[in-house]
């Protein structure tokens, strides 16, 4: 049986068009949980990361909003309250389902600190979009009195973006495996992990918001993952996405990813880390990398969809 590590994107718990009500996100997540359960079924070694691009965003307008009444939390410790909230939201609702379905297990959310570089040059340009989708006229409206970032987001609006520095090391590694050698499903490195900076061995939180994807590309390497699956909301990576040229990819290898990705394919926001993602894994030594919405996660394990990333492709293994 394989050791698989999920990465839900933040987007699947709180989907395009929706406020983020509590009740929105139960059922996004309670529809996730079915397809990972199946693997739990047959045997596999689940572990499960999550975004917290949209969560994190409307946590800090809620900051900003109460400030005059509550002190603001700086944004690492944004990230750790939707870290403890989605993982308890994902936490109960596995549990619920393994309950209806007799399955005797346990599921735990670590709180997860991802050690990043304080010269990371990420801090100086930011890139990771958080929070809701705004109209260009909305944007222009909140930049006439805030001072922030914004970019446009695959076609589906502007979103504010914050500093989004590597994760180096997950501090709560040896924990994960602690759990995971007592046949315990582990929900872990939530939004990309709390980023934190390392001096003299102590530990200081930092403002920014670690992406999920290299976040988890960086576990499943240190625990020795067999896959490595990224979940977003398109089945399929493509080539020319969105245009009348859409090209969906069933395999490419790393080269040609890379490749993709300067030509364009891949903006920074969305879709550009989960492509360096699945090649950091790669190069780090994993195997397996799939990218796909959650819904097709069964077929994609048995390669009749998703897209996989590889190392080299089957075809120029033979020939050689
Ligand atoms: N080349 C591409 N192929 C497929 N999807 C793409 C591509 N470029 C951008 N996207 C968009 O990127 C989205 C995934 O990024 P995002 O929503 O930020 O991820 P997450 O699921 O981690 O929240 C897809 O749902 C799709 O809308
Ligand atoms: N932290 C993070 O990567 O969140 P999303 O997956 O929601 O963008």
């Known amino acids: ?5 999920l990465a839900i994107g933040g987007n699947a ?25 199946g693997l739990i079924e047959q045997g596999h070694t689940v572990v499960i990361t999550h975004g917290n691009g949209p969560q994190v965003g409307n946590t800090l307008i809620k900051t900003k909003m109460a400030e005059s009444v509550v002190p603001a939390y700086p944004l690492d410790v944004c990230d750790a309250e939707t870290q403890g ?33 304080k010269d990371d040059p990420a801090f100086e340009t930011p890139t990771k979009p958080i929070g809701p989708f705004y109209s260009k006229e909305e944007m222009e409206e909140i930049l006439k009195t805030e001072k922030l970032t914004f970019i446009e987001d695959s ?13 180096i090391k997950i501090v709560e590694k040896e924990a994960i495996e602690a759990l995971l050698e007592k046949d315990i499903t582990v929900i ?43 979940l977003t909301g398109v089945e399929q990576v493509a080539i020319h996405f969105g245009t009348p040229q859409q090209q969906n990819l069933l395999e490419m290898t790393a080269d040609d990813a890379l490749r993709y990705m300067d030509e364009g394919h891949f903006p920074k926001g969305s879709m550009g880390p989960k492509i360096e993602a699945a090649v950091l894994f790669l190069q780090k030594g994993g195997k397996n990398v799939i990218i796909t919405s959650i819904d097709k996660l069964q077929d994609a394990l048995q390669g009749k969809t998703g897209t996989r990333i590889v190392m080299q492709s089957e075809t120029a293994v033979t020939n050689n």
């Open 13 to 37: 718990i709180i989907k395009e068009g929706q406020k983020g009500s509590i009740e929105e996100q139960q059922t996004n997540i309670n529809e996730s949980c079915e397809p990972v359960l």
């Open 188 to 230: 872990t490195a939530g939004g990309g992990g709390i980023p934190v900076i390392e001096n003299n061995g102590m530990l200081k939180g930092t403002e920014a918001v670690i992406d999920k994807d290299f976040a988890s590309a960086l576990l499943a390497a240190e625990i020795n993952a067999d896959y490595l699956f990224i």
């Open 85 to 117: 909230n989605l993982g308890y939201l994902i936490q109960q609702a596995f549990r619920n389902k393994m309950v209806e379905r007799n399955i005797n297990k346990t599921v735990a959310t670590v709180v997860t600190q991802a050690i990043v570089s």
């Open 155 to 167: 076609g589906r609006g502007y979103r504010r973006v914050v500093a989004s520095p590597k994760p």
């Open 1 to 5: 049986m394989s050791k698989i590590v």
